[in-house]
């Protein structure tokens, strides 16, 4: 509210004139408050319903609360929910594909409803209907979602912006390891039809069959497509994924499925570069759209993506019996504290290519 000092005026309560306090001379229910420390001057307008002496009492109250706030360092400019976000991605030690994933998140989920807000505004309410425009997600997608507007909230206290957290427990979204794959229905079935396809319609392209031979045995896209040679050891018969390359700082041991193993054999094997070049930039591959369709198509599955073999390997998996750990293992979980259990473990992950090779030739 523009301060114009002719429009307030000094208040007098119980006989005495109140410093730092003044009400509206037309609008006798707004009050302004000033407090001085140090050469510094702050103001702040509340609006409060009560009239009279029990209005003028709660604005002492507001005052004290206000003057108690500037001593703590609580006092800083107000600041929307998006300039947050962005100051706290900022301070942030993420991968820049990691961030660029939240930026999405933010800019399709979070911003439409609260980004232009004022973070000391944001209540439990505007939270709700984050969640409720939102509801149609997967349960994962939803957590991604919360965790970020959680985030932003808590950074905001930690730097004093705001002093209590709008957060209550139904903003608590659970999600366990298989939840968060999209489960398939007849896994076995597709998993056979995905396999014989990739094989056949890359049977001369030993590149491609390459990438999505790993898709299938649950790597994401980006992870695969930035691969390097040195990430490869033939010797050991495993690969890592680096933490530059991941979700989180973490990096991944896998074992070297021995499919896998002998296409990659069959490529050109420089001591170091990217394992997968595209012949017609000279640079990684961006985009095999082209490559998915003819999979989508040798497969008859509409649906197919790169992203849904992830997908269909935990289906399988799951449907065979194989517990939910190393199914979490094998696709690289994203949660640090369940990474931190699975990395105790054995990556070698004999069990799982036991049954992916039991699958293959049954």
């Known amino acids: 509210m523009p301060y114009n000092s002719t429009e307030w005026k000094q208040i007098t309560y119980r006989s005495r004139k109140l410093i730092g306090i003044k009400q509206h001379k037309k609008r006798a229910n707004n009050f302004m408050l000033e407090v001085n420390i140090k050469a510094l001057r702050k103001r702040k307008f509340v609006t409060i319903a009560e009239k009279g002496e029990s209005g003028i ?96 909230l808590k950074y905001a206290q930690e730097e004093k912006i705001i002093k209590v957290l709008p957060l209550e427990k139904r903003h608590n979204i659970s999600v366990n390891a298989l939840e968060q794959k999209t489960l398939v229905t007849n896994p076995h079935e597709k998993f056979l039809k995905v396999h ?50 991941s979700k989180i700082k973490t990096d991944f041991v896998f074992s070297l499925p021995q499919e896998i193993a002998a296409t990659l054999k069959q490529l050109p094997q420089p001591k170091r570069g990217l394992i997968f070049v595209n012949p017609r930039t000279q640079k990684r591959y961006t985009n095999i759209q082209r490559e998915i369709k003819a999979i989508r198509a040798a497969a008859g599955w509409k649906e197919f993506t790169f992203h849904s073999m992830r997908n269909l390997l935990a289906s399988t998996l799951h449907a065979r019996g194989v517990n939910a750990s190393y199914i979490s293992s094998v696709l690289g979980h994203t949660n640090p504290n369940t990474v931190k259990q699975y990395l105790t473990m054995e990556r070698t992950q004999t069990v799982i290519e036991e049954e992916i090779n039991s699958i293959l030739s049954a």
Request: overall charge positive; proline content about 2%; charged content about 25%.
């Open 57 to 152: 009492r709660i604005a002492l109250e507001r005052y004290a609360e206000f003057k108690a706030d500037i001593k703590a360092g609580y006092f800083v400019e107000a600041k929307s929910f998006e300039d947050i976000f962005k100051r706290m991605l900022l301070m942030k030690n993420i991968s820049i594909r990691w961030q660029k994933m939240q930026e999405a998140t933010y800019r399709n989920h979070i911003k439409p409803y609260i980004g232009n807000k004022n973070i000391k505004e944001i209540s439990s309410y505007d939270i709700d209907e984050v969640l409720i425009r939102v509801r149609s997600k997967a349960p994962a997608t939803k957590k991604s979602i919360m965790n970020i507007v959680k985030s932003v």
């Open 196 to 245: 014989s396809a990739i094989c056949s319609v890359f049977a001369d392209n030993i590149t491609m069959k390459s990438i999505f031979l790993f898709g299938l045995y649950g790597r994401r896209k980006a992870e695969v497509l930035q691969m390097n040679w040195k990430q490869i050891d033939f010797k050991n018969a495993q690969y890592i994924i680096p933490s530059t390359h």
